[in-house]
């Protein structure tokens, strides 16, 4: 089985359990490491995840792939995991996950825009872009991301 078809397969095997355990797939990648290799499965939720639920739903997995053939018969470690503050915004639902948090997007026709997410659909995204609102069908962005805060101005938390 080439390494597509078995991605495939995990993504099918793997997104019951989560949507069980209330959380989405947000992605998964096989990396060799030595003599074995790394299956890393990125998973998260509109309340985010924490320490117990990653626990909980890393041995579901683990059982769960047990099960199955899918990895083969070369052993792997399994790491279950939330996204970082670096993935990129794709999907709606990482949008509306990123309500009040400061983006930087590129759009396709060019330019960069920074704002901080004030609200978001199915179709697009509207962001506080020096304290005006810019809506934006997903369509026209590029590329987006989360940018990190160290410290908000004090006039930015008042206005929020």
Do not use: C
Not at 11 to 33: F, N, Q, R, S, W
Not at 68 to 73: F, I, L, N, Q, R
Not at 94 to 102: E, K, P, Q
């Amino acid at each position: 089985m080439g390494a597509q078809a078995r991605d495939e397969r995990i993504v099918e095997l793997l997104e019951p359990v989560l949507a069980e355990a209330g959380l989405d797939l947000e992605g998964i990648t096989v990396t060799p490491a030595g003599k074995r290799r790394v299956l890393r499965v990125v998973v998260d939720s509109d309340n985010g995840v924490d320490l117990e639920t990653v626990g909980e739903v890393s041995q579901e997995v683990s059982q769960t792939l047990d099960t199955s053939d899918v990895m083969g018969a070369q052993p792997y470690v399994l790491e279950v995991t939330s996204p970082g503050v670096n993935r990129p915004l794709t999907q709606p639902r990482h949008w509306r996950r990123s309500r009040g948090r400061l983006v930087k997007i590129s759009l396709v026709e060019g330019g960069q825009v920074t704002g901080r997410v004030t609200d978001s659909d199915d179709q697009g995204v509207t962001l506080d872009v020096k304290g005006r609102p810019r809506t934006f069908a997903y369509s026209a962005i590029g590329k987006a991301k989360v940018q990190v805060e160290f410290r908000r101005d004090a006039d930015t938390d008042a206005a929020d």
